[in-house]
């Protein structure tokens, strides 16, 4: 096989009354990239490669760095998402359309995808019952972190953890 298949394009339907509307008043086929959805109407659907997509075909990553005290999973696209520990505390990054966030819950044991952080804070912040670490940050325009590569993710999962760690020192 020469290209990994993982969609169909198919111009014939672009446009067709067939798709449904999304909130923005345009077709799924209207909203499918030129590249993807091909040039002229009645062109025969085609298998997509990778190299189309713009996703990417990175496998689920698992790191354990015992230096830092982390360890953790990054998987998927739209959003790419890690979750894990930090020093035993659970963490969660997360990356979708144009920006990242990265929480670690310090006072419970809990999924840390579960703290809904305000988004104009950075570092410690209190919610609720629960104390967590925060940061966020910009990435590419339009939805490049939702498919931001993992080796970037890594790189900013340990810079974030890096800034963690930093913090808790001179808190303590």
């Given at each position: ?22 909130v923005?008043?345009?077709t799924?086929a ?45 998987c998927?696209y ?6 894990g ?18 929480t ?7 999924d ?12 410690f ?18 939805d ?6 993992y ?13 963690y ?7 303590a």
């Open positions: 096989m020469d290209a990994l298949l993982v969609g169909l394009a198919c111009p014939a339907l672009a446009g067709a009354g067939s798709f449904s509307e999304d923005s008043g345009r799924e209207q909203n499918m990239p030129e590249r993807v959805r091909g040039t002229a109407p009645g062109e025969p659907c085609r298998p997509l490669t990778m190299m189309e997509q713009p996703c990417h075909n990175d496998p689920e990553r698992y790191i354990d760095d015992r230096a830092l005290g982390l360890s953790f999973r990054v998927g739209a959003p790419v998402q890690a979750d520990r930090v020093r035993g505390a659970p963490f969660y990054f997360r990356s979708r359309h144009a920006a990242w966030t990265f670690v819950c310090i006072s419970h044991d809990i840390a995808s579960a703290i809904d952080a305000p988004e104009d804070k950075s570092g912040v209190q919610i609720g019952e629960y104390r967590a670490y925060y940061i966020s940050g910009d990435y590419g325009k339009g490049e972190a939702s498919f931001m590569r080796d970037e993710a890594e790189r900013i999962i340990r810079e974030c953890v890096r800034q760690v930093r913090a808790a020192a001179e808190v």
